[in-house]
């Protein structure tokens, strides 16, 4: 059966309508943070993975583990982290993770999993892989080498791109803007739902 081609335009066009109106109506949230960082590690567990798991599929979420530390040399490169060396290895970790882990559901219970307890973040880490059924020595590999700290570099550099800067942490963006820091930070599915139209049934 053939359909005249004002049918078939017009049926090509509300194809790319119908796309175009669920490619708009995503989120996508920005997370400036640190691993030793309390109310960053409330973020992820509080806020962060609970907004996530309302509308994964309409949630795109970018990690930047970097916040407040500084590049103390070049060559080598190394980094003092607001909170010791711990931080310094976790935010690694993290970086790292970032990169290879391209499944955004696995990538963020891997984060969110290993922020909890950072005493001792290779340890936690193994246990968090494991416990997930993540690949375990790519992440922990690129962590130990000059990867891992030109990955935190590269963060790094995303960070100090904030316009406004990093003042409290976590530093939230929400669709790349830094609207109600407060709100995103303590009512973060709130904040996503007033983006997201048509809204989803659990939004308030």
């Known amino acids: ?7 078939l335009s017009a049926f090509g066009l509300a194809i790319l309508f119908h796309a175009q109106v669920f490619a708009d109506n995503t989120a996508t949230v920005g997370v400036y943070y640190e691993t030793l960082s309390l109310p960053c590690k409330g973020f992820f ?3 962060l993975l609970p907004a996530y798991r309302q ?4 949630i795109t979420v970018t990690l930047v583990p970097f916040g407040k530390t500084v590049v103390n040399s070049t060559d080598p490169l190394t980094f003092i982290c607001e909170h010791g060396e711990k931080e310094c290895e976790g935010l690694k970790i993290h970086s ?3 990169a290879l882990v391209h499944d955004q559901t696995s990538l963020l219970n891997l984060t969110e999993c290993t922020i909890r307890n950072q005493t001792d973040p290779e340890a936690i880490l193994t246990d968090c892989a494991t416990n997930l059924g993540i690949e375990l020595s ?6 130990k080498s000059t990867n891992g700290s030109q990955l935190l570099k590269v963060n790094g550099d995303k960070t100090e791109g904030l316009n406004p800067g990093v003042k409290n942490l976590p530093t939230i963006t929400l669709n790349g803007r830094q ?5 995103l930070r ?3 599915w709130n904040e996503i739902c ?9 939004c308030p």
Request: proline share 12%.
């Open 1 to 7: 059966m053939f359909l005249p081609r004002g049918v």
């Open 45 to 47: 567990i509080d806020q």
């Open 55 to 58: 509308a994964p599929d309409r």
């Open 96 to 98: 790292c993770a970032v």
């Open 138 to 143: 790519p992440i922990a590999d690129c962590a």
């Open 179 to 183: 609207n109600d820091e407060s709100q």
């Open 186 to 188: 303590t009512n973060l």
């Open 194 to 202: 007033k983006v997201l139209q048509p809204k989803p049934l659990t």
